[in-house]
């Protein structure tokens, strides 16, 4: 529990040209707490589901109101987790159908709910269906029961077959699948056979990442003790090669360092974070970004709900970034993105462009060939790529 918690409203809030936005909504909770997982979420055993929906309804409320929230138009929402669909069906649709009547939407929103194998039925996804979501994110991780186990996922590689085959049955035509590579004991041939069943279902978006070992983690734990088999730096690299060519040869074209998308399929709210633009989240430890100012609510779902069904403020901290500052960063985040950053779009929001910011270190990066500028855009190289962070680190 939170209890030194000071309770501050938001604090004022600059205006800028930029009238869009995206909106999240974190609902921390899963059936059990993965091996691996770094993220804000909890056994949904240990917490009153029914309090904490009620705090972000509330929150939701609050919030729509806010001058500056009223005046943007929302392009997408995510509702994410943790597993949101945790939650029944009727519960979700509530709130989905909630948002997008507080909120001012475009008239065609991307509407994301992540959910789990093992969390959803047919009628569940009918009914997220007709309360407006279209497009679904499944926590596939791997169609292996042996690697499943070992990750502490509680679905089967059934279960993730089965989600699917219901997805399209209920309507869904925009569903990523997100998967991992570089798991403890997983070879090459295992790496193949989740991939290739993977784009054998034909979904429209995967999202594909290597395993991190993040600190406070179990595994972290495992690892510290050497009881951590991961597999070797040359196997990563040739699971990295696998994925190129599947992907490829199954028309997914890689838009993102992790994500790989068909035609017109690229996940909106995502590109959103990407070009480092506003967003409003909803929920414990969830981060909102209103033209600069960095908010973030308080961690504990507990103590958000009685908080926000008071109508006391959630938020933990804010930070005003410098224009500088928030220049770095759409730089960075930019270089996500294979498309990289528009120098123009950098001058415009900035007043600053990556060569007189970065000037010398920007060169040099270009004369190792790992940032190449071409026409407007500054991006990658092949040879940068699998080493974005090193780069981008040099660029912070």
Known sequence: MILNHSVQPLPPLPDCKDKTASLYVHIPFCRTKCGYCSFVSFPAIDFN?????EGLLKQAETMSCHPWIR??????????????????????????????????????PEITVETN???????????????????????????????????GRSHSAADGLNSVKSARTAGFTNINLD????????????????????????????????????????????????????????????????????????GYQRYEISNFAKSDRKCAHNINYWENRNYVGLGAAAFSCFSGVRVQNITDPAEFARLTQKEMPPFL????LSNEARFRETVIMGLRMLSGVSITMAKQRFNLTPQTYYGETLQ???????????????????????????????LV
């Open 364 to 394: 040099k990066l270009i004369e190792n060939d790992l940032i190449q500028i071409s026409g407007d855009h500054m991006r990658l190289t092949e040879k940068g790529l699998p080493l974005a962070n090193q780069v981008m680190a040099q």
């Open 179 to 250: 998967l991992m590579y570089g798991l403890p004991y997983q070879t090459i041939a295992d790496w193949e056979e989740t991939l290739g069943t993977a784009v054998t279902l034909s979904p429209e978006h995967l999202s594909i990442y290597e395993l991190t070992v993040e600190e406070g983690t179990r595994f972290a734990e495992r690892a510290d003790k050497g009881e951590l088999v991961l597999p070797h730096e040359d196997t990563v690299i040739e699971m990295e090669a696998v994925t190129r060519n599947i992907t490829q040869k199954a």
């Open 317 to 320: 901290k804010a930070e005003s």
């Open 71 to 108: 005046k943007r138009r929302f392009k997408s929402l995510f509702v994410g987790g943790g597993t949101p669909t945790i939650y029944d069906e009727k519960s979700l649709a509530r709130l989905i159908k909630n948002c997008l009547r507080l909120f001012k939407f475009e008239s065609e």
């Open 49 to 53: 589901l029914t309090n904490y929906m």
């Open 117 to 151: 194998p093992n969390t959803v039925t047919l009628d569940k996804l009918i009914t997220l269906a007709a309360a407006g979501v279209n497009r679904l994110s499944i926590g596939i991780q791997s169609f292996s029961d042996r690697l499943l186990k070992l990750l």
